[in-house]
């Protein structure tokens, strides 16, 4: 069974930086190695819906990255540590949320994630 621990989540200010994590365990459909998975970053703030933040295709596929955090925003893989990152820089109070790691075997765009992590709260104070 495949684990998704997102963490890096916490108080920052507007216009910190955040890295968030998320530690990859267990077996997946794809295998064991990130670099078999599209990442998939999802965030949801009180009361309104999941939104996506970006998709990131395996093997040099397409991606994706929400409007709201074009140009700031990336996604990456740390192979040896089987953990995907998010980096946002110039955070913003509206990035507020609850952020969430998915991954799939299949390539972005995805109509779903075949695993979800639980989320780490990430609060950006004004």
């Known amino acids: 069974q495949v684990h998704l621990v997102e963490s890096g989540g916490g108080l920052v200010q507007s216009g910190d930086s955040l890295r968030l994590s998320c530690v990859v365990s267990?077996?997946?459909?794809?295998?064991?190695?990130?670099?078999?998975?599209?990442i998939g970053w999802f965030r949801q703030a009180p009361g309104k819906g999941r939104e996506q933040v970006a998709c990131?295709?395996?093997?040099?596929?397409?991606?994706y990255y929400a409007d709201s955090v074009k140009g700031r925003s990336t996604v990456s893989r740390d192979k040896p540590k089987n953990t995907l990152n998010l980096q946002m820089n110039r955070v913003k109070p509206e990035d507020s949320a609850l952020y969430f790691c998915?991954?799939?075997?299949?390539?972005?765009?995805?109509?779903?994630?075949?695993?979800w992590g639980r989320g780490t709260q990430v609060t950006v104070s004004s």
């Open positions: 998915a991954v799939d075997g299949r390539s972005c765009p995805l109509p779903g994630y075949a695993h």
């Open positions: 267990g077996s997946t459909d794809s295998g064991t190695s990130v670099d078999n998975y599209s």
């Open positions: 990131v295709s395996s093997h040099d596929g397409p991606t």
